[in-house]
């Protein structure tokens, strides 16, 4: 019944953008920290972005600082990355997730939902 689902990946070449959207179904994602991880192959998953469940605090890591925005839309119950300024070392697949938390600030910690991922690559 809980699921969240990410779209909006694709092939870009470097330096375009893309838009990823991560979906909740099933749950309020008003509730919850959401986070964008991603893995690229043969490497550990890391925390991209994540964001407050008001949308009120961010946090990104310093590979995407200045090329990425998170966002959400409560009541779309969407959660967002904007990626701009694309580099070929941002190729991985994208995951969503999400924790339930009050805390006016994020942390990419003991994510309880997650979705299935949508692959982005960077290439020319």
């Known amino acids: 019944q809980l699921q969240l689902v990410e779209s909006g990946g694709g092939l870009v070449q470097p330096g375009g953008s893309l838009r990823l959207s991560c979906a909740a179904s099933g749950f309020d994602l008003g509730y919850y920290v959401a986070a964008w991880f991603r893995q690229a192959p043969g490497k550990e998953r890391e925390g991209v972005s994540c964001?407050?469940?008001?949308?009120?605090?961010?946090d990104y890591a310093d590979s995407v600082k200045g090329r990425v925005t998170i966002s959400r839309d409560n009541r779309k119950n969407t959660a967002y990355l904007q990626m701009d300024s694309l580099k070929p070392e941002d190729t991985a697949v994208y995951y969503c997730?999400?924790?339930?938390?009050?805390?006016?600030?994020?942390?990419?910690?003991?994510?309880?939902?997650w979705g299935k991922g949508t692959l982005v690559t960077v290439s020319s």
């Open positions: 964001i407050s469940a008001s949308g009120g605090s961010t």
């Open positions: 997730a999400v924790r339930q938390s009050s805390w006016p600030s994020c942390d990419y910690s003991g994510m309880q939902h």
